[in-house]
């Protein structure tokens, strides 16, 4: 059994679409991740370095969307699953990345994915 961080409809702004108005400025977006990691040593030590420090993540998710332009939600969402999947401890990641504004009558689209940690092979 995992035990799993999640952050749950994070607001951030990025640098994403297709079209012109789009490039224009950022625009905002909703994540929702989910982190398989093992939580057992930082509910024994009570110290935040033997688990995820989401604070920082969230920070860092921030950053990237707003690092580079991107077209489409499925690259935006694949670069910040690889972000969380830098932190070794984290072994699965699903993310749920949602474009509010994209569509008109409609409260969201976009993409959920899932990665892991790859096994050195």
Same mark, same amino acid.
């Given at each position: 059994?995992?035990?799993?961080?999640?952050?749950?409809?994070?607001?951030?702004?990025?640098?994403?679409?297709?079209?012109?108005?789009?490039?224009?400025?950022?625009?905002?977006?909703?994540?929702?991740?989910?982190?398989?990691?093992?939580?057992?040593?930082?509910?024994?030590?009570?110290?935040?370095?033997?688990?995820?420090?989401?604070?920082? %993540? =969230?920070?860092? !998710? $921030?950053?990237? +969307? *707003?690092?580079?332009?991107?077209?489409? @939600?499925? /690259? %935006? =969402?694949?670069? !910040? $699953?690889?972000? +969380? *999947?830098?932190?070794?401890?984290?072994? @699965?990641? /699903? %993310?749920?990345?949602?474009?509010?504004?994209?569509?008109?009558?409609?409260?969201?689209?976009? @993409?959920?994915?899932?990665?892991?940690?790859?096994?050195?092979?």
């Amino acid at each position: 059994m995992r035990d799993q961080i999640f952050l749950k409809n994070l607001q951030l702004l990025a640098r994403i679409g297709v079209y012109a108005h789009e490039k224009q400025a950022p625009q905002p977006i909703t994540l929702d991740i989910t982190l398989s990691i093992d939580c057992a040593r930082a509910a024994q030590t009570d110290h935040l370095s033997d688990t995820l420090d989401y604070a920082q %993540l =969230a920070a860092q !998710l $921030a950053e990237d +969307c *707003l690092a580079h332009h991107v077209e489409l @939600v499925e /690259t %935006l =969402a694949e670069r !910040l $699953a690889q972000r +969380c *999947l830098e932190d070794a401890r984290v072994q @699965v990641v /699903t %993310l749920s990345l949602g474009k509010p504004d994209a569509i008109s009558h409609c409260d969201s689209v976009g @993409v959920r994915i899932t990665r892991q940690q790859h096994s050195g092979s």
